[in-house]
T-cell receptor, first 111, second 116 residues
Framework: SQKIEQNSEALNIQEGKTATLTCNYTNYSPAYLQWYRQDPGRGPVFLLLIRENEKEKRKERLKVTFDTTLKQSLFHITASQPADSATYLCALTSGTYKYIFGTGTRLKVLA | GAGVSQSPSNKVTEKGKDVELRCDPISGHTALYWYRQSLGQGLEFLIYFQGNSAPDKSGLPSDRFSAERTGGSVSTLTIQRTQQEDSAVYLC??????????????FGAGSRLTVL
C-alpha cells in the first residue's frame, strides 16, 4: 500500500542553523509534492509545491528537493528562527484530487 | 470569504448522538475536501467535492458518515450515532479547481470533536 514517512520524532535545532526535514514514500509515483506548515490548533498552510520533473524549488529561506529515484523529498529552512517552530507536513498526489499526507515532523528552533 | 471557515471549532458530544460540522470555503473555490486528523496520525482523506457533486466518497469510514455541499459553496459533514473513535479534528480545505495535484489546498482551522 502507499506509504509516506516523515521523521516521527521532533527535530530540535539551534537558531541560525539549517533545518532539514525528510519525506520518503513507497509504492507511489507522485506527479506533485507539496509541503505544508501546521501550527497547534490550526489547519495546515501551504508552503511550496514541486513537480516530478523538477529537482529543486526555492522560496526565500525555504528549499525543497524532489528525487523520484530515491523516492524522497528534502525540505530545508536556512537561517532558522524560533518562529519557524511548527509541524511540517508533506503531501503527495499523482495529479488527481487525492492528496496523501505524511504524519508530519515537529520542528523546534531553539533561541 | 477571505479564508475557509469551519464551525463549531470545538464540539463535545455523548456517544450515540449525531453531530454536524460546517465548512464555508473560499468564495469561488470549486473544489472542497474533508480530512480527519487524529493525534499522531496524518491527515486522513474523507471526501472530495467538485461543485456540488462528490465523485469520491471512498474515504468515509462508515455509513454513519455523510456529507453534502449545496450551491457549490457550504458543506456539512454529518456523523450519526457518534462513537468514541470518531474523536478527532475534522479539517476542511478548498481549492480553486479540483482534479489536479498542482492545486493548493487552503485549510480551515478545523473542528475538534470529542465523543465521551
Amino acid at each position: 500500500s502507499q506509504k509516506i514517512e516523515q521523521n516521527s520524532e521532533a527535530l530540535n535545532i539551534q537558531e541560525g542553523k539549517t533545518a532539514t526535514l525528510t519525506c520518503n514514500y513507497t509504492n507511489y509515483s507522485p506527479a506533485y509534492l507539496q509541503w505544508y506548515r501546521q501550527d497547534p490548533g490550526r489547519g495546515p498552510v501551504f508552503l511550496l509545491l514541486i513537480r516530478e520533473n523538477e529537482k529543486e524549488k526555492r522560496k526565500e529561506r525555504l528549499k525543497v528537493t524532489f528525487d523520484t529515484t530515491l523516492k524522497q523529498s528534502l525540505f530545508h529552512i536556512t537561517a532558522s528562527q524560533p518562529a519557524d517552530s511548527a509541524t511540517y507536513l508533506c503531501a503527495l498526489t499523482s495529479g488527481t484530487y487525492k492528496y496523501i499526507f505524511g504524519t508530519g515532523t515537529r520542528l523546534k528552533v531553539l533561541a | 470569504g477571505a479564508g475557509v471557515s469551519q464551525s463549531p471549532s470545538n464540539k463535545v458530544t455523548e456517544k450515540g448522538k449525531d453531530v454536524e460540522l460546517r465548512c464555508d470555503p473560499i468564495s469561488g473555490h470549486t473544489a472542497l475536501y474533508w480530512y480527519r486528523q487524529s493525534l499522531g496520525q496524518g491527515l486522513e482523506f474523507l471526501i472530495y467535492f467538485q461543485g456540488n457533486s462528490a465523485p469520491d466518497k471512498s474515504g468515509l469510514p462508515s455509513d454513519r458518515f455523510s456529507a453534502e455541499r449545496t450551491g457549490g459553496s457550504v458543506s456539512t459533514l454529518t456523523i450519526q450515532r457518534t462513537q468514541q473513535e470518531d474523536s478527532a479534528v475534522y479539517l476542511c480545505a478548498s481549492s480553486l479547481e479540483g482534479g489536479n495535484g498542482a492545486n493548493v489546498l487552503t485549510f480551515g482551522a478545523g473542528s475538534r470533536l470529542t465523543v465521551l
